[in-house]
């Protein structure tokens, strides 16, 4: 199947050669707390405000086999691969399949043959998986 994946992506992205998935982190907007340590969680100085992290990896057929959520908004998107070990994951069925996964520049600086970084190829697979399953696409203003 992950073979059958890797083919869809490749024939929508004739340039993207063994990717599998695109992996992208979300933050939703929440209440602040009145309890100062556990504000302090939660608030995310580069979005001035309190969020909830998450990460979700997106095959083609819009199947999330992994993420990560609910972690505090402070925490950046490559760390919250490493919490919910998501990178561990990607090296195992790299070393399997030699398939990747797509990431932005929010995740792991450095080299590793399991991710590809951003490029504008990449970045249009990573919106076409979005436009395609537009549910995950959640507004700011949105709730759980």
Same mark, same amino acid.
């Given at each position: 199947?992950?073979?059958?994946?890797?083919?869809?992506?490749?024939?929508?992205?004739?340039?993207?050669?063994?990717?599998?998935?695109?992996?992208?982190?979300?933050?939703?907007?929440?209440?602040?707390?009145?309890h100062t340590e556990i504000q302090k969680m939660f608030y995310n100085?580069?979005?001035?405000?309190?969020?909830?992290?998450?990460? #979700?990896?997106?095959?083609?057929?819009?199947?999330?086999?992994?993420?990560?959520?609910?972690?505090?908004?402070?925490?950046?998107?490559?760390?919250?691969?490493?919490?919910? #070990?998501?990178?561990?994951?990607?090296?195992?069925?790299?070393?399997?399949?030699?398939?990747?996964?797509?990431?932005?520049?929010?995740?792991?600086?450095?080299e590793t043959p399991y991710l590809l970084k951003s490029t504008i190829?990449?970045?249009?697979?990573?919106?076409?998986c979005l436009e395609q399953f537009p549910f995950f696409a959640i507004?700011?203003?949105?709730? #759980?």
């Amino acid at each position: 199947k992950l073979q059958e994946l890797a083919s869809s992506v490749k024939s929508q992205y004739p340039d993207l050669d063994d990717v599998l998935c695109t992996m992208d982190g979300m933050k939703n907007p929440i209440q602040s707390t009145p309890h100062t340590e556990i504000q302090k969680m939660f608030y995310n100085s580069w979005q001035s405000g309190h969020y909830v992290t998450h990460v #979700f990896v997106f095959e083609a057929d819009g199947t999330i086999p992994i993420c990560c959520f609910n972690l505090p908004g402070s925490t950046h998107d490559s760390t919250a691969a490493d919490s919910g #070990f998501i990178y561990d994951k990607f090296e195992k069925v790299y070393q399997k399949t030699g398939l990747k996964c797509t990431v932005d520049s929010a995740f792991r600086c450095k080299e590793t043959p399991y991710l590809l970084k951003s490029t504008i190829r990449i970045a249009v697979f990573a919106l076409s998986c979005l436009e395609q399953f537009p549910f995950f696409a959640i507004s700011p203003s949105s709730t #759980f």
